[in-house]
C-alpha cells in the first residue's frame, strides 16, 4: 500500500534466532549464509554486540544530492579492533532472487570515540552476538532506485 511519499506493507514476526560468530569470520558473509541454511528470506537485526576488526563502511560527503554515486560517497576502512556498539537492518531478496543485507552499524574506538555508517564489511574479532528476527512478508524486493541511486526496498502493491 502507499501514501504520498510513504510505502508499506505489513508484516509479522516469524521465528527468533540467537547467533554467535566467532573471531575471525565475515560478519555479513556469515549472516546471509545463516539465513539460507535456515530458509530465512526476509529478517531484521534485532540487536548486535560484540567486536569487530578491519571493516569498510560508507558514508554520504556533505552537501550531497541524489542520486548518490561514487563521487557523493567516502568509503572508510578501519582497522579496529572496535567494540561493536550495535547493527541495525535487514535481509530481503534482491532482484535476482537472491538474498541481499542492508546494515548499518556503530562502533567504538579505544578512544571512546563513535564510528558508523552504512556496513560493507567487517571481520569478528572476539564474538558477535546477534539476535535476528524473521519477517513473514511477500512482495518486498531490494531494487536499485533511480532516484536514490542506491538499492532500496520495493513494496509491491499487489496481494497482501
Known amino acids: 500500500m502507499n501514501m504520498e511519499g510513504l510505502w508499506y506493507k505489513e508484516c509479522s514476526q516469524g521465528r527468533r534466532f540467537i547467533i554467535k ?16 541454511l535456515a530458509d530465512v528470506r526476509y529478517a531484521m537485526i534485532v540487536s548486535a554486540l560484540g567486536s569487530v576488526k578491519n571493516v569498510k563502511l560508507r558514508g554520504i560527503k556533505t552537501g550531497a544530492k541524489l542520486p548518490i554515486t561514487t563521487p557523493r560517497i567516502t568509503i572508510h576502512e578501519i582497522e579496529g579492533p572496535l567494540e ?8 530481503v531478496p534482491g532482484e535476482d532472487d537472491l538474498l541481499d543485507c542492508h546494515f548499518h552499524i556503530m562502533m567504538s ?3 571512546g570515540e563513535v564510528v558508523g555508517g552504512h556496513l ?5 574479532f572476539a564474538t558477535c552476538e546477534i539476535v535476528l528476527t524473521e519477517l513473514s512478508v ?21 496481494g497482501a
Do not use: C, W
Open 109 to 111: 574506538k579505544s578512544s
Open 120 to 124: 560493507y564489511d567487517a571481520q569478528v
Open 21 to 36: 560468530i566467532t573471531p575471525g569470520e565475515n560478519l555479513t558473509t556469515r549472516l546471509l549464509q545463516f539465513a539460507h
Open 138 to 158: 511477500e512482495g518486498v524486493e531490494r531494487h536499485v532506485s533511480k532516484m536514490g541511486g542506491i538499492p532500496t526496498l520495493y513494496i509491491d502493491e499487489g
Open 84 to 91: 561493536l556498539l550495535g547493527l541495525q537492518g535487514n535481509i
